[in-house]
């Protein structure tokens, strides 16, 4: 049985890492409601925050958080809160295109603010600003030309590819992150059409670069 927050941490319990492994999905589970959630490690603000002392002890004594991310095939919190960060960022994105009419431009600074969503403005700036993620994404700024071009790309590829890499990564066994699908694992769900237009985007490399991921 998990151990509640404030009850008295039981230092000698977790004498494996498969044991440490389970109450760290226990403790997943739990805290975030999401079944589908439980290879991405909890974070150490998490845990201290619940009072497991006992889950950081454990972790220190098997070489730290990360180390023990990848032994147990596990998603290192800081991984996947950056991939899941940015996916939100171009979801948020592309709703505010959406709604103002201006899909595949990127808003200015000014227009954002003025709309109400500094927040969005924010997440932007954290994942490189304006003219980087313009270019990313290759969308037209509403002043002047970038002196940064990346190619053809399109918002909803971007977003679909993401998705995939996140369903992928949560649903196996391998302890790889989030990491650019591969043509075999698209084939087999169907996206062909995804597959053709990595290759008409530059490429399984390329696209991952773009998109902050590995291969």
């Known amino acids: 049985e998990g151990e509640e927050e404030g009850a008295r941490p039981r230092w000698g319990r977790f004498n494996d890492e498969e044991r440490l492994r389970a109450a760290l999905i226990e403790f997943q589970i739990k805290h975030t409601n999401n079944q ?3 290879r991405v490690m909890p974070s150490t603000a998490q845990m201290r925050s619940a009072g497991r002392k006992d889950l950081l002890s454990a972790l220190h004594r098997y070489g730290g958080v990360e180390a023990v991310a990848g032994r147990l095939n596990m998603i290192s919190s800081k991984h996947y809160a950056y991939h899941a960060e940015f996916l939100t960022v171009l979801r948020e994105l592309r709703a505010y295109l959406r709604e103002s009419g201006e899909e595949g431009m990127m808003p200015t600074m000014k227009q954002l603010v003025d ?3 500094g927040d969005l403005r924010k997440l932007i700036t954290k994942h490189g600003g304006m003219r980087v993620m313009a270019a990313r994404l290759d ?3 509403s002043r002047g030309r970038s002196d940064l071009v990346w190619g053809p790309f399109d918002l909803d590829f971007a977003i679909e590819v ?5 369903m992928l990564a ?5 302890g790889d992150g989030i990491r650019m699908p591969t043509a075999a694992e698209l084939t ?3 996206r062909n059409d995804v597959d053709e ?11 991952a670069r ?3 991921m590995d291969t």
């Open 210 to 212: 773009r998109l902050g």
């Open 170 to 174: 949560l649903e196996s066994d391998g």
């Open 139 to 141: 969308l037209r700024l």
């Open 162 to 166: 993401l998705e995939y890499a996140h």
């Open 115 to 117: 709309d109400g969503r």
């Open 36 to 38: 589908f959630l439980e």
């Open 197 to 207: 237009k990595v290759i008409e985007y530059g490429g399984y490399s390329e696209v």
């Open 188 to 190: 087999s769900l169907g």
